[in-house]
């Protein structure tokens, strides 16, 4: 096993401790642990580039618009 001293932003360290709770983890390396893999598994090893990874990531972040049902969507864009 390889030990690391590592700095950290605020930001980060939240997103840490988030994860180490979310998973019911002991400790930040097991959330570092878990982080890795999941980022393996979604940027290295996804058949998508990691570009389009980050753009969906973008727009999942977005917020959610509501339309409504297909009358009220077709009356507010003037469709039949």
């Given at each position: 096993m390889?030990?690391?001293i590592v700095d950290i932003d605020e930001e980060a360290n939240k997103v840490i401790n988030i994860l180490?709770?979310?998973y019911g983890l002991r400790d930040k390396s097991q959330a570092i642990?878990?982080?890795a893999k999941s980022?393996?598994?979604i940027v290295l090893e996804s058949e998508f580039r990691p570009e389009y990874i980050r753009k969906l990531m973008e727009i999942q972040k977005k917020p959610i618009i509501r339309i409504?049902?297909?009358g009220e969507l077709r009356?507010?864009?003037g469709l039949k």
């Open positions: 390889v030990k690391a180490k709770a979310q642990n878990q982080m980022y393996k598994e409504g049902t297909t009356k507010r864009y």
